[in-house]
């Protein structure tokens, strides 16, 4: 398991930036980012590679967040511009920590994104 702490959320205005920071414990295998918003299902934002290289985007949102990461202080990042009200979620950081892993199996709290109109 690694801890996982996600920070960065709040309220903005539509087509504001905003960036989500997670701080981990220790390095994983894959990390990921996941949305939920009120009444809806958790849903899979963004992901990548702990070593090495490769990120993933949802469609809704490709093109407008980006997925980073700084190793050194086992910190990932979502740098979400153009947010649009749709994006009001609670944002969750999430890490695979092996390539055997069927799943994220480490959660953060979550952090609440409230984007007006």
């Known amino acids: 398991q690694v801890q996982l702490v996600e920070s960065g959320g709040r309220l903005v205005q539509a087509g504001d930036s905003l960036r989500l920071s997670c701080a981990a414990s220790?390095?994983?295998?894959?990390m990921g980012w996941f949305r939920q918003a009120p009444g809806k299902e958790r849903e899979f934002v963004a992901s990548i590679f702990w070593r090495g290289v490769g990120t993933y985007y949802t469609d809704s949102v490709k093109g407008r967040f980006t997925i980073s990461k700084d190793n050194a202080k086992n910190t990932v990042y979502l740098q979400m511009n153009s947010l649009k009200p749709e994006d009001t979620a609670v944002y969750y950081c999430?890490?695979?920590?092996?390539?055997?892993?069927?799943?994220?199996?480490?959660w953060g709290q979550g952090t609440q994104v409230t984007v007006s109109s």
């Open positions: 220790g390095s994983s295998y894959v």
């Open positions: 999430a890490a695979k920590l092996s390539p055997s892993s069927a799943s994220f199996g480490s």
